[in-house]
C-alpha cells in the first residue's frame, strides 16, 4: 500500500495534525477529520477524586475535610472562590506535595496551592503570609475555603493531607482527591452522552461506564466495573454499539487473550457475559494475543477491526451471533504498510483500531509509532528525530482496500521539529460542527500516558 506523493512544504503544515486530505482524494470530505484545534485534558472523576495518571500524580490523594463543612457546586474554577478549585463538581482546594506541583503562578505552600508571597501585603485582605504562601486568618472553621480548617494555634486556616482512606482524628473525615491509575481506550455511545473507558490500577485492568456531564467531564457512575469475567484481572479495550434497547459490549479479555462479548438491556449500568468468545488468537501474526476490538454495522453486516499481537496490525472480522470469522489470515493494516519514507518512517507498531461509518465509507482511525519529525544539528551535534504514537486514517469503501491519509498522521502535537508528544488509542464522532476525538496522550517518550484529551475538528460535516 503506496502512500500519495505530496509537495515538501505539506511536511510541514501536517506537524500540528492540520492538513486536509485532497477532495479529489475520495473518500477524504472535509468533516474536520484531518484538521484539528488545540487539545484540552478531560476530567475524569470516580466519586470525588479524580483519577490521575501515575506520571503526573504528584502524593496528595486526600485531605481532611471538617465534619459538616459544606462545598459549592461548580462547572468551572470561575464558579470558585479564592484558591479553590472546581474538582469534580465542588470547589475545594487544591492539595499539593512539593514545589513543583501547582499550575500557572501558584506556589504549594502549606500542602495546597496558593499565591506566593514575601510579605502579608502581597496577599488578600483578610490573609497573611505564611512560609511564601497566603492563607486566609480565621476564627472557626468557617472562615476557610472547602478542605482547609482553622488552626486555633495561629488563626490562620491549614490542609491536612490524608492517605486514601486514611485517618484525620476527630471533627474531620478523609475525602479522596485522586485516584491513581492509567486510563486506555476511550470509547463513546454513538452521539449519546455515555462513554467507557478501561481503568489500569495495580496492575489491573477492568472496564468502567462514565456520564458526560460536560464535553470535558466524565464521571464514572459506580466503583464497580461493568462487566465481571471469572477469573480474570485484564479486561478493557471497550467497543460498544446500540440496537434498540440492547448495548452490546465487546472487550479484551487476558487470560486467555481473547474478546468477548456482554449484552445490557438496562442503558449499560449491568451486563450478560456470552459464554463462548467473540474471537481467539490463531493467526500467526497475531503471537497468541487479540485485542482492541472496534464494532461497526456496514451495508447490512457486523464487522470487527481488532488489533493483534503487542500492535503487531489491524485485522479485520466478520461477526455473525455473536461469533467472529476473519476476512483474511493477514492484517489488513502492518507497521510496513503504514510506513512512509517522508511522513512517517520506522513505523514499529500499528493498532488501537476505532471504525467509523461516514456515508458509503469506512473510517479506520489507529495508533502507530514511527518517526514524523526531522534530524537537528545542535553545537554541532546531531540529534535524531524521536519516534512517538501518533494518530492515522485509513478508508475504504469495499472493505477489501484502504487507502490512508496521504500526509502521514492525521493529528499529532508537535513539541519542536524533531520530537512530539504521544497520542494513540482515539476515538472519534462526528457533530454538527465537525468531527470530536477523545485520545489517551502520553509524554513525548511514549513511555508513560498522562490522561485523556478532547479535540475538536474545524470545519463542517460534508
Same mark, same amino acid.
Not at 535524531?384 to 475504504?396: C, F, K, Q, V
Given at each position: 500500500?503506496?502512500?500519495?506523493?505530496?509537495?515538501?512544504?505539506?511536511?510541514?503544515?501536517?506537524?500540528?495534525?492540520?492538513?486536509?486530505?485532497?477532495?479529489?482524494?475520495?473518500?477524504?470530505?472535509?468533516?474536520?477529520?484531518?484538521?484539528?484545534?488545540?487539545?484540552?485534558?478531560?476530567?475524569?472523576?470516580?466519586?470525588?477524586?479524580?483519577?490521575?495518571?501515575?506520571?503526573?500524580?504528584?502524593?496528595?490523594?486526600?485531605?481532611?475535610?471538617?465534619?459538616?463543612?459544606?462545598?459549592?457546586?461548580?462547572?468551572?474554577?470561575?464558579?470558585?472562590?479564592?484558591?479553590?478549585?472546581?474538582?469534580?463538581?465542588?470547589?475545594?482546594?487544591?492539595?499539593?506535595?512539593?514545589?513543583?506541583?501547582?499550575?500557572?503562578?501558584?506556589?504549594?505552600?502549606?500542602?495546597?496551592?496558593?499565591?506566593?508571597?514575601?510579605?502579608?501585603?502581597?496577599?488578600?485582605?483578610?490573609?497573611?503570609?505564611?512560609?511564601?504562601?497566603?492563607?486566609?486568618?480565621?476564627?472557626?472553621?468557617?472562615?476557610?475555603?472547602?478542605?482547609?480548617?482553622?488552626?486555633?494555634? !495561629?488563626? +490562620?486556616? *491549614?490542609?491536612?493531607?490524608?492517605?486514601?482512606? &486514611? =485517618?484525620? /482524628? @476527630?471533627? %474531620? $473525615?478523609?475525602?479522596?482527591?485522586?485516584?491513581?491509575?492509567?486510563?486506555?481506550?476511550?470509547?463513546?455511545?454513538?452521539?449519546?452522552?455515555?462513554?467507557?473507558?478501561?481503568?489500569?490500577?495495580?496492575?489491573?485492568?477492568?472496564?468502567?461506564?462514565?456520564?458526560?456531564?460536560?464535553?470535558?467531564?466524565?464521571?464514572?457512575?459506580?466503583?464497580?466495573?461493568?462487566?465481571?469475567?471469572?477469573?480474570?484481572?485484564?479486561?478493557?479495550?471497550?467497543?460498544?454499539?446500540?440496537?434498540?434497547?440492547?448495548?452490546?459490549?465487546?472487550?479484551?479479555?487476558?487470560?486467555?487473550?481473547?474478546?468477548?462479548?456482554?449484552?445490557?438491556?438496562?442503558?449499560?449500568?449491568?451486563?450478560?457475559?456470552?459464554? !463462548?468468545? +467473540?474471537? *481467539?488468537?490463531?493467526?500467526?501474526?497475531?503471537? &497468541? =494475543?487479540? /485485542? @482492541?476490538? %472496534? $464494532?461497526?454495522?456496514?451495508?447490512?453486516?457486523?464487522?470487527?477491526?481488532?488489533?493483534?499481537?503487542?500492535?503487531?496490525?489491524?485485522?479485520?472480522?466478520?461477526?455473525?451471533?455473536?461469533?467472529?470469522?476473519?476476512?483474511?489470515?493477514?492484517?489488513?493494516?502492518?507497521?510496513?504498510?503504514?510506513?512512509?519514507?517522508?511522513?512517517?518512517?520506522?513505523?514499529?507498531?500499528?493498532?488501537?483500531?476505532?471504525?467509523?461509518?461516514?456515508?458509503?465509507?469506512?473510517?479506520?482511525?489507529?495508533?502507530?509509532?514511527?518517526?514524523?519529525?526531522?534530524?537537528?544539528?545542535?553545537?554541532?551535534?546531531?540529534?535524531?528525530?524521536?519516534?512517538?504514537?501518533?494518530?492515522?486514517?485509513?478508508?475504504?469503501? !469495499?472493505?477489501?482496500?484502504?487507502?490512508?491519509?496521504?500526509?502521514?498522521?492525521?493529528?499529532?502535537?508537535?513539541?519542536?521539529?524533531?520530537?512530539?508528544?504521544?497520542?494513540?488509542?482515539?476515538?472519534?464522532?462526528?457533530?454538527?460542527?465537525?468531527?470530536?476525538?477523545?485520545?489517551?496522550?502520553?509524554?513525548?517518550?511514549?513511555?508513560?500516558?498522562?490522561?485523556l484529551m478532547r479535540v475538536l475538528g474545524r470545519g463542517g460535516v460534508n
Amino acid at each position: 500500500m503506496n502512500r500519495a506523493a505530496l509537495c515538501f512544504f505539506a511536511v510541514f503544515a501536517s506537524a500540528c495534525g492540520l492538513v486536509h486530505g485532497d477532495e479529489a482524494l475520495a473518500p477524504f470530505p472535509s468533516d474536520g477529520i484531518g484538521a484539528f484545534e488545540e487539545a484540552s485534558p478531560i476530567e475524569v472523576c470516580l466519586g470525588t477524586a479524580r483519577v490521575i495518571a501515575p506520571a503526573v500524580a504528584t502524593g496528595a490523594t486526600a485531605l481532611c475535610v471538617p465534619t459538616g463543612q459544606k462545598s459549592r457546586l461548580c462547572a468551572a474554577n470561575a464558579d470558585c472562590t479564592g484558591i479553590e478549585r472546581c474538582i469534580c463538581g465542588r470547589c475545594i482546594v487544591e492539595p499539593c506535595q512539593g514545589g513543583t506541583t501547582c499550575s500557572g503562578d501558584e506556589v504549594c505552600r502549606g500542602k495546597r496551592c496558593t499565591r506566593g508571597c514575601g510579605i502579608d501585603a502581597d496577599c488578600n485582605a483578610g490573609e497573611r503570609c505564611i512560609s511564601g504562601g497566603c492563607a486566609r486568618s480565621c476564627k472557626t472553621n468557617t472562615d476557610c475555603h472547602y478542605g482547609e480548617r482553622c488552626d486555633a494555634l !495561629d488563626d +490562620v486556616c *491549614v490542609v491536612s493531607l490524608c492517605g486514601s482512606g &486514611g =485517618s484525620c /482524628g @476527630s471533627g %474531620s $473525615v478523609c475525602e479522596p482527591m485522586a485516584d491513581i491509575g492509567e486510563l486506555h481506550e476511550p470509547n463513546l455511545l454513538g452521539d449519546e452522552s455515555i462513554g467507557f473507558v478501561e481503568l489500569k490500577r495495580n496492575g489491573d485492568r477492568a472496564i468502567y461506564r462514565a456520564s458526560l456531564e460536560a464535553p470535558q467531564v466524565w464521571r464514572i457512575e459506580s466503583m464497580h466495573p461493568v462487566i465481571d469475567v471469572p477469573g480474570e484481572t485484564l479486561v478493557g479495550a471497550p467497543s460498544v454499539i446500540r440496537r434498540d434497547n440492547v448495548i452490546e459490549l465487546y472487550a479484551a479479555a487476558g487470560n486467555p487473550s481473547r474478546i468477548v462479548r456482554a449484552r445490557s438491556n438496562d442503558d449499560g449500568v449491568t451486563y450478560v457475559l456470552d459464554t !463462548d468468545p +467473540v474471537l *481467539v488468537a490463531i493467526e500467526p501474526w497475531e503471537n &497468541g =494475543s487479540v /485485542g @482492541s476490538p %472496534s $464494532v461497526f454495522d456496514f451495508q447490512g453486516a457486523t464487522y470487527m477491526f481488532y488489533e493483534g499481537g503487542a500492535r503487531a496490525g489491524i485485522g479485520l472480522a466478520k461477526i455473525t451471533e455473536g461469533r467472529a470469522e476473519r476476512i483474511a489470515k493477514n492484517p489488513i493494516l502492518s507497521p510496513q504498510s503504514v510506513q512512509d519514507p517522508i511522513f512517517w518512517r520506522q513505523v514499529t507498531h500499528v493498532g488501537a483500531p476505532h471504525a467509523m461509518v461516514v456515508d458509503d465509507s469506512v473510517r479506520l482511525i489507529f495508533t502507530a509509532r514511527g518517526v514524523e519529525g526531522f534530524s537537528a544539528t545542535t553545537s554541532g551535534e546531531s540529534l535524531s528525530a524521536e519516534p512517538n504514537d501518533s494518530i492515522g486514517l485509513a478508508t475504504s469503501t !469495499d472493505l477489501k482496500t484502504f487507502t490512508l491519509f496521504p500526509a502521514g498522521p492525521v493529528y499529532a502535537r508537535l513539541v519542536n521539529l524533531r520530537a512530539y508528544l504521544g497520542e494513540g488509542e482515539a476515538t472519534v464522532r462526528l457533530l454538527p460542527s465537525g468531527a470530536e476525538m477523545v485520545f489517551v496522550s502520553s509524554d513525548a517518550s511514549g513511555e508513560a500516558s498522562t490522561g485523556l484529551m478532547r479535540v475538536l475538528g474545524r470545519g463542517g460535516v460534508n
